[in-house]
Structures are given as C-alpha cells and as structure tokens.
C-alpha cells in the first residue's frame, strides 16, 4: 500500500531509501527501493532517470498475510517499475511477476515477439535481429530466451543492448504421429513395373 507521502517511482524511491540503508540504527528492509541487480541499483548514488521507459524492480519486506487475500504469508513485495517516469505497478509475491509488469509498461508488444533459444554459436545474434523489430535491441528491448535447464528467472542486463533476457518454457511437447505400418507397393522398385 502506497501513502500520500511516500515518494512514487522508482528513481525517488530508491533515492529516499539510501539514507535509510546506511544508517545501521534503522531497518531499512521495509522501505521500497530498487531490487539488488536490476537496472538503477546502487548502495551509494541515486539512480539516474533515463530519457525513456526503462524497466526496473522494487522490492521491501512484508513478512504478513498476502495483498491479494489468499491467506499466505509472503515475506517480500515486489513491483514492477519505471527509471523513465513514476509508474508502478501491482504488489505481487514473485520477482519474474514485477518484471514482466514492468515490461509491459516500458516494452509493449513483448509478449507477442518470438522465443529464442538459448545464446549458442556465432550467428545467433543476426538471428535475434531478423527475428526482432528494428532497433528494439537498441532500446533496451528485452528478448523472450527459452529456458530448458533448472535457473528460468528472467536476467536483467543480459540481453544485448541491456535489456531484460525473459525465461520462456519450452512449447509443449505434441502427441508422436503413428506412422503407417503397412508396406506401400512400389513397383519401380520391385521390378513388377507395368509397361
């Protein structure tokens, strides 16, 4: 829950959390400030607002029984949120939630883009440019990356460009295809061929 006198966005956020982080005699966990690793992070200088849209995460301690009514107990809150301007998303329980709520802010249209398998051999940069709208990649535009192996959160600063690399399942595997298990006559190949 956001009061009126709590500064909105993640830039004035992280920057009104600082002073509470290095004064040991507070605890700083329930302030919201930009999560460890994702762009705008630092434990000694403000984030800088960018020009444009640019996703972020904001996390603080909760430790009390979920926003949504579901009765869990979750112990951090995490939002989706914007370096470029004060939006925020909705309160949610997982990391991956918030960034994918911020991507649809800052990156609309991502969702819709294709998967790409993991980063393997020499070309598969071109093949994420032909694949992806121009200058996406430039703009900070996440990549949608399919995750095969155990770590499938998405990766800030890990695409090229800066952006977010985003885990995608793998599609599901389709019911094998009977083969016909009757032999086809061939007569060109028997012999038998007709004149």
């Not at 994702?38 to 607002?49: D, I, K, N």
């Not at 112990?75 to 989706?80: A, E, I, S, T």
């Not at 994918?100 to 051999?121: F, K, N, Y």
């Not at 032909?130 to 703009?139: A, F, H, N, T, V």
Request: net charge positive; proline share 12%.
């Amino acid at each position: 829950m956001t009061t009126l006198s709590e500064p909105r966005g993640a830039v004035a956020r992280h920057t009104a959390y600082l002073p509470h982080f290095w004064d040991k005699t507070k605890d700083s966990r329930s302030i919201w400030g930009i999560s460890w690793g994702h762009p705008g992070f630092a434990h000694r200088t403000p984030p800088e607002p960018t020009t444009d849209h640019r996703p972020t995460v904001l996390v603080r301690s909760w430790d009390r029984p979920a926003p949504d009514g579901s009765g869990e107990t979750w112990p951090y809150l995490h939002r989706g949120a914007c370096l470029g301007c004060t939006w925020e998303g909705p309160n949610r329980r997982r990391t991956d939630e918030a960034v994918e709520d911020a991507h649809d802010h800052s990156h609309p249209g991502w969702r819709d883009l294709p998967a790409i398998p993991e980063r393997r051999g020499r070309h598969w940069l071109a093949h994420v440019q032909r694949c992806y709208p121009d200058g996406w990649l430039e703009r900070g535009g996440p990549i949608r990356t399919i995750r095969t192996g155990i770590e499938k959160r998405h990766k800030p600063g890990a695409a090229p460009g800066g952006g977010y690399d985003l885990g995608v399942q793998p599609p599901k595997k389709t019911a094998p295809v009977t083969a016909v298990s009757d032999l086809l006559p061939f007569p060109e190949l028997d012999g038998t061929e007709t004149a």
